[in-house]
């Protein structure tokens, strides 16, 4: 009897392992298969681009209203125009209450561009959808009535991987030649700040460790001297690190000689932030 019942437990406990083994077996085989499959969805959704050739008629707003691609090599225009393609070929840009024309493709892509044209293979993995309204909004989306002061914005929330722009003020910074703003532009350095995880004015991706206690030193003074209105920089730039940066960059980009004689020290760790020399060197 004692025997038996020993013989029972023995069996059973065979009959477990041997169970177990099996399952073993279909969990690895069910996760290998998980795996494979993800892969394949993975690799089918990262088809390469087919991105076309740019059309004249970018090319010809190009060469008459970007500045920054003016005075670019014949090399490096070729270069811009390719990635002008690839960020319209990746980001869609929906009119609301508006119609999205050629000029706002190319003016949106250059603002996107010109920031990181200095990364080779820089994606904004951070947008998907660029929202163009024809005018200012408030900060409810609203387009009519009181407090309607924004004019471009990178979306939280429900609104992640969306940018808000104005289309009158996306236009009027090309336009104006010589003013120092550029909403887009400001929109899509947040999205180069925010590439480490978070909009701080300190863009921890693009810049070496060693440079971020002088960067931050450095923003704190023009902030101060912002606020003691001894500044030529936008005071909206004293909002926060943040906003600093971002309105540096406008400033960086679109009147570059003007900063490197106003703020010499500004434009320089600018040039060691996103790796370019706007400014055209002084005549002697
Ligand atoms: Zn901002």
Not at 162 to 172: C, D, K
Request: aromatic letters at 10%; proline letters at 5%; glycine letters at 4%.
């Amino acid at each position: 009897m004692i025997f038996s019942i020993k013989y029972n437990v023995k069996q059973l406990r065979i009959t477990f392992n041997a169970v177990m083994d099996t399952l073993l077996i279909v969990i690895v085989v069910l996760a290998v298969l998980v795996l494979i499959i993800g892969l394949v969805l993975k690799s089918a959704k990262k088809k390469p681009l087919i991105v076309q050739p740019i059309p004249e008629s970018f090319r010809q707003l190009l060469a008459e209203q970007v500045v920054f691609y003016k005075q670019l090599s014949p090399d490096k225009k070729q270069e811009f125009e390719k990635r002008v393609q690839l960020f319209l070929a990746q980001v869609r840009i929906t009119g609301v209450k508006t119609t999205v024309e050629d000029m706002d493709k190319v003016f949106i892509a250059s603002s996107a561009v010109i920031p990181i044209f200095s990364f080779p293979g820089w994606e904004y993995v951070n947008l998907h959808e660029i929202l163009l309204y024809p005018d200012s909004f408030n900060h409810d989306f609203e387009q009519k009535g009181n407090d309607r002061n924004v004019l471009g914005m990178v979306g939280n929330g429900a609104y992640n991987h969306v940018m808000i722009l104005s289309q009158h003020e996306l236009r009027q910074a090309f336009i104006n030649k010589t003013g120092k703003s550029n909403t887009a532009l400001h929109e899509f350095v947040h999205l180069v700040d925010k590439t480490d995880g978070s909009v701080d004015g300190i863009p921890e991706f693009i810049l070496q460790q060693q440079y971020i206690l002088p960067w931050l030193q450095l923003m704190h003074k023009e902030i101060k001297e912002i606020l003691e209105d001894k500044s030529d920089i936008n005071p909206y730039g004293a909002t926060n690190e943040a906003e600093f940066f971002a309105v540096v960059a406008e400033y960086f980009f679109e009147r570059p000689e003007l900063l490197q004689q106003k703020h010499p020290e500004l434009y320089q760790l600018l040039s060691t932030i996103f790796k370019q020399q706007p400014a055209k060197p002084a005549a002697s």
